[in-house]
């Protein structure tokens, strides 16, 4: 990230850089310069600690997703299993119930028959002279 520091020199501007996110690691070592082995020492050992903590907490997140898929599983199963014991018993209440109702149809179209039997002596008629037509024109 660079500013300016408010200064011209001959038409060009003088930029200053600024320096984020940079972390000095290290420890002070009393004002003694051994070549920067105690920094890259303490880098070493901070990065290898970081490292295994790290991974640590990669272990815990897998472990973490692997019991939240289990639990997932088990929960979708258990769900599915409802859903199909209601779609079982729905079913099985429709069948049950079908006789019923086909007795229930078939009393109310004799009803209906009794009722308006010109109506369906004709519409008997009808339906048989179509069939019958249809039946000698293929035969040609």
């Known amino acids: 990230m660079t500013e300016n520091d408010g200064t011209e020199n001959g038409g060009t501007e ?4 600024e320096n984020v996110g940079t972390e000095n690691v290290g420890t002070d070592n009393g004002g003694t310069d051994n070549g920067g082995s105690e920094n890259a020492e303490t880098a070493s050992e901070r990065f290898t600690a970081d490292l295994a903590a790290l991974r640590q907490d ?3 997140l897998a ?3 692997s019991q939240l898929l289990h639990d997932q599983t088990r929960a ?3 769900r599915a299993a409802e859903v199909i014991g209601g779609v079982a018993d729905k079913i099985q ?4 119930g ?3 109702r086909v007795c229930s ?8 028959i009794e009722r308006n039997a010109l109506t369906a002596v004709l519409i008997a008629f009808g339906v048989g002279i179509s069939i019958g037509l249809l039946t000698r024109l293929r035969g040609r």
Request: aromatic content about 0%; overall charge neutral.
């Open 14 to 17: 003088n930029r200053g850089t």
């Open 98 to 100: 079908a006789p019923n």
């Open 58 to 60: 990669v272990a815990r």
């Open 76 to 78: 979708a199963g258990t």
């Open 93 to 96: 209440s429709t069948v049950a």
């Open 63 to 65: 472990e973490d997703m």
């Open 105 to 112: 149809a078939g009393r109310a179209i004799e009803a209906g």
